[in-house]
């Protein structure tokens, strides 16, 4: 069981740690300060849940729906490009920018923004769902439950680390050029996001 928990915390964090558009936000949310214990808590644990779902078996049903798939897909790839329209108008206005001047950002709107990240984006569901999903079926009983757990705990490194952990880049973004700079990548990041997926449409 310990080696099928380890196969899966490897291939979790394999597939998560990457440009993307729920890691940029919890990096902006981290370097802001703002509701980073909540906000990382639900991207950790939304993964956990949709890991289980794959686990548990739904991949193969996802993976045979085109239809869900597609309206999913064209959900998703809007809200990144609105998004990214967003980010790139923050970048244009620098005085905006300041973390020290940014104020303590409503919760309610921060998490709605994150939970859309999380289930408006289809390469979740493929990651998680149906990618860890038939890999866990190479295990059995026990192991299949632990290779799920691994992956799961991946998740919850990996957010916590990197909304914490983006304190530490917090002399970098004293100043506003920098958050010029993170703002559009985070424009231009969205934007790739949402045209590689229309482009699967």
């Given at each position: 069981m310990i080696s099928?928990?380890?196969?899966?915390?490897?291939?979790?964090?394999?597939?998560?740690?990457?440009?993307?558009?729920?890691?940029a936000f919890i990096l902006r949310q981290g370097l802001?300060?703002?509701h980073v214990f909540v906000?990382?808590?639900?991207c950790a644990?939304?993964?956990?849940?949709?890991?289980?779902?794959?686990?548990?078996?739904?991949?193969?049903?996802?993976?045979?729906?085109p239809k869900l798939i597609t309206a999913v897909?064209?959900?998703?790839?809007?809200?990144?490009f609105s998004y990214a329209i967003i980010a790139f108008?923050?970048?244009?206005?620098?005085?905006?920018?300041?973390?020290?001047?940014?104020?303590?950002?409503?919760?309610?709107?921060?998490?709605?923004?994150?939970?859309?990240?999380?289930f408006l984006n289809p390469h979740v569901y493929l990651d998680t769902v149906v990618l860890l999903g038939s890999l866990s079926a190479a295990y059995e009983g026990q192991a299949r439950l632990a290779f799920g757990v691994g992956a799961a705990t991946a998740s919850f490194v990996w957010f916590f680390g990197l909304g914490y952990g983006?304190?530490?880049?917090?002399?970098?973004?004293?100043?506003?050029a920098s958050w010029r700079v993170l703002d559009f990548l985070i424009g231009a990041v969205m934007s790739a996001i949402g045209l590689s997926l229309v482009s699967r449409i």
């Open positions: 099928a928990a380890i196969s899966g915390f490897l291939l979790g964090a394999s597939l998560i740690i990457a440009i993307g558009a729920q890691n802001l300060r703002q906000l990382s808590l639900i644990l939304s993964d956990a849940l949709l890991i289980a779902a794959g686990v548990a078996g739904l991949g193969t049903l996802i993976s045979q729906s897909t064209i959900g998703g790839a809007l809200f990144l108008r923050r970048a244009l206005k620098p005085e905006v920018l300041k973390a020290a001047n940014a104020g303590e950002a409503r919760l309610g709107p921060a998490i709605a923004a994150c939970l859309a990240f999380t983006a304190r530490l880049l917090e002399p970098v973004f004293a100043r506003p």
